[in-house]
């Protein structure tokens, strides 16, 4: 088992999927360094969008049915804060760094 600092002061999670099950997006923050693709999986039964919470933002996916996924990637770094526009109350944001 490894640390989750090692190699580097603030290393971003080692991950580059989000599920999407129970309403809810898994995990809420996800970090990435810029240039990595990111992959959203609806393990739902209901439909759900990935969409910028500000208006003008690059992630829009159309709505995902069970099992369907959305990809994006990242080319600058900054907080992408997203929502699903079916259910609004279902937020989370990817933090990308350098």
Same mark, same amino acid.
């Given at each position: ?7 580097a =002061?603030?290393? &971003?999670?080692?991950?580059? %999927?989000? @599920? ?8 809420? $923050?996800l970090?990435?360094k ?8 609806n ?11 500000? =208006?003008?933002? &690059?992630l829009?996916?159309? %709505?995902? @049915? ?8 990242? $080319?600058?770094?900054?907080t992408?804060a ?17």
């Amino acid at each position: 088992m490894t640390s989750p600092k090692a190699g580097a =002061s603030d290393a &971003p999670v080692a991950a580059d %999927a989000v @599920a999407i099950k129970n309403f809810a997006f898994s995990p809420t $923050t996800l970090k990435v360094k810029v240039g990595m693709t990111v992959t959203w999986t609806n393990q739902d039964a209901d439909a759900h969008t990935v969409t910028s919470a500000a =208006s003008g933002g &690059p992630l829009h996916s159309p %709505a995902l @049915a069970t099992h369907a996924t959305y990809s994006y990637r990242f $080319t600058e770094p900054g907080t992408y804060a997203y929502l699903c526009t079916i259910h609004p109350f279902m937020t989370a944001k990817v933090e990308v760094t350098r």
